[in-house]
């Protein structure tokens, strides 16, 4: 059964890979299993059609036969537990992989999409301030030193490349380019998930819908 997802009509990024479909395009192309996209435009997002999948009225979502999901992050541990290739096969390994899925999106990407939306959630607001700013940086600076001290010179954050290395490179992805960049080796860590064949695909993918005239960056 070919499962399909939703995403972006035209995704507010552009085309650069960074909303959450792509997570899940990646999950489904490093298994190799086909997948249909549902493209939703924004004024669709709280329409009833897209609420009884999503009730929070985001994307992506996924559907196969009658199992419906949202969520990135459990529709890629779905992904990963219903065929090979992103968990390991050891018990311990693949709840390591898991945990650090769980990392990914609870530890290290909330201070990082914080950042990014304060240009637009507190512009006119009283504590709209460099300072402010400055304290939010900051504290994507002390996850960003924890995860790079914890990599090392390792290739993945667990032995073998897994569904929490995807979820950690995609929640790099949307840091400040120039503040990875005080982390070499993060910097290093993330474009060797996006050198992978999987991600090139699915970023052709969404590139396809997303970034008609616009100059390619991944």
């Known amino acids: 059964m070919i499962p399909t997802i939703t995403a972006f009509e035209k995704s507010p990024d552009g ?21 249909e996209v549902r493209l939703v ?29 949202f969520e990135s992050g459990a529709i890629i541990l779905h992904i990963a537990e219903t065929h090979a290739g992103l968990l390991p096969t050891d018990a311990e390994a693949r709840s390591r992989a898991i945990m650090w899925m769980f990392a990914a999106v609870s530890t290290v990407e909330p201070p ?14 009283s504590w709209y301030s460099p300072e402010r700013f400055a304290q939010m940086e ?10 790079a001290a914890r990599l090392g010179d390792a290739d993945w954050l667990d032995g073998e490349f897994s569904a929490g290395d995807l979820m950690m490179v995609m929640v790099l992805r949307r840091a400040d380019e120039w503040l990875l ?20 695909r699915a970023f052709a ?14």
């Open 112 to 125: 990082i999409v914080e950042r990014e939306q304060a240009d637009f959630t507190d512009r006119g607001q």
């Open 15 to 35: 085309g650069q890979g960074l909303a959450r479909d792509m997570r899940v395009r990646w999950a489904l192309e490093e298994v190799g299993q086909p997948y």
């Open 138 to 147: 900051d504290r994507i600076r002390v996850r960003l030193a924890q995860l």
């Open 41 to 69: 435009p924004f004024n669709g997002l709280r329409q009833e059609a897209h609420v009884s999948r999503n009730p929070f009225g985001q994307i992506p979502t996924f559907e196969a036969g009658g199992l419906i999901l």
């Open 205 to 218: 993918a969404q590139w396809a819908i997303n970034g008609e005239g616009r100059c390619q960056t991944s």
């Open 181 to 200: 960049a005080e982390f070499p080796p993060l910097v290093a860590y993330v474009e060797r998930g996006k050198a992978r064949p999987a991600y090139r």
